[in-house]
């Protein structure tokens, strides 16, 4: 029986043998049971999927730490290097699938784990939870630089939320539009890279040992490496992945009233990441 295996939920399990589809039928048993026993999971529900949560949190269990994935925070330079740790290879043979398709992680999920309440066991087992946090105002421009001006697939709720085609990628959408249609999306509606960083996070909703910055990315990777014993040479310093030249900031892309609106929506994260409205 693998760690955080719970031997009463084994019977229930079983039960979904025989049913076509096992994987499937036994991972909405899983999210059921987590549903009715772990407040944690429970809470964090309340701002995003199953599926976004399932591939926020990833999990190391030869290095024994949860990473909560925070796009637009650092995250590909640092899911790079976790992943190459993970691996025992260098970074530079990584293909980029392999740190940003859920389906080719190597990290394990909390459906790996057959338990009531998989953070309670993590977190009993000694885990090291961490995140990273970016100045809100920022991360909304590099969100728009990145996905929306680059035409990806997550344009698409916006140009849905607009009333335009979302299959039609090539549709323009200003900056304005972008900020007042994120201002307008629920947490839970939201796509990661503009959901408030404060559910991202799933702050004061699991135990967190570390939030690290962006703003700071080279001292938080070091502290992170050091916690979690993966100081190799090649892995002393960040990789860069994915800056998407976001050097204008706020007086480039904000207005006054833009920025009000962008300020009110993201109001949580100034307070609890204690960055400075303007």
Same mark, same amino acid.
């Given at each position: ?106 990290? /394990?999920? #909390?459906? +790996? ?6 953070? @309670? %066991?993590?977190? &009993?087992?000694?885990? *090291? ?53 994120? /201002?307008? #999306?629920? +947490? ?6 503009? @959901? %408030?960083?404060? &559910?991202?996070?799933? *702050? ?75």
């Amino acid at each position: 029986m693998q760690p955080g295996t719970d031997t009463n939920l084994v019977p229930e399990i079983r039960a979904a043998l025989p049913v076509r589809g096992f994987r499937r039928v036994r991972r909405t048993v899983l999210w059921n049971v987590y549903r009715r026993s772990s407040p944690p999971i429970r809470s964090s529900l309340e701002c995003m999927s199953p599926t976004q949560l399932r591939n926020t949190l990833n999990i190391s269990k030869r290095h024994r730490y949860v990473y909560i994935d925070n796009p637009k925070a650092g995250s590909s330079s640092l899911k790079s290097a976790l992943v190459a740790l993970e691996l025992g290879v260098s970074v530079d043979s990584l293909h980029h699938r392999q740190f940003h398709s859920a389906s080719q992680s190597p990290f /394990a999920r #909390l459906d +790996d784990f057959v338990t009531a309440d998989p953070i @309670r %066991s993590l977190v &009993s087992d000694g885990y *090291f939870f961490f995140t990273m946090v970016r100045d809100p105002l920022t991360r909304l421009v590099s969100a728009y630089r990145s996905k929306i001006e680059k035409n990806t697939k997550h344009k698409a709720q916006i140009l849905s939320r607009m009333g335009l085609d979302p299959a039609d990628l090539s549709q323009p959408v200003s900056f304005a539009d972008f900020v007042h249609v994120t /201002a307008e #999306l629920s +947490d839970l509606e939201s796509d990661p890279h503009w @959901r %408030s960083q404060t &559910s991202q996070t799933l *702050f004061e909703r699991l135990p967190i040992d570390f939030t690290g910055r962006f703003e700071d990315f080279a001292e938080a990777y070091r502290t992170i490496f050091e916690r979690i014993g993966g100081q190799t040479d090649e892995l002393r310093s960040p990789p860069k992945r994915n800056a998407s030249g976001e050097k204008q900031r706020q007086p480039d892309f904000f207005n006054e009233e833009l920025r009000a609106t962008a300020v009110q929506r993201y109001e949580a994260d100034f307070v609890n990441f204690g960055y400075r409205r303007g």
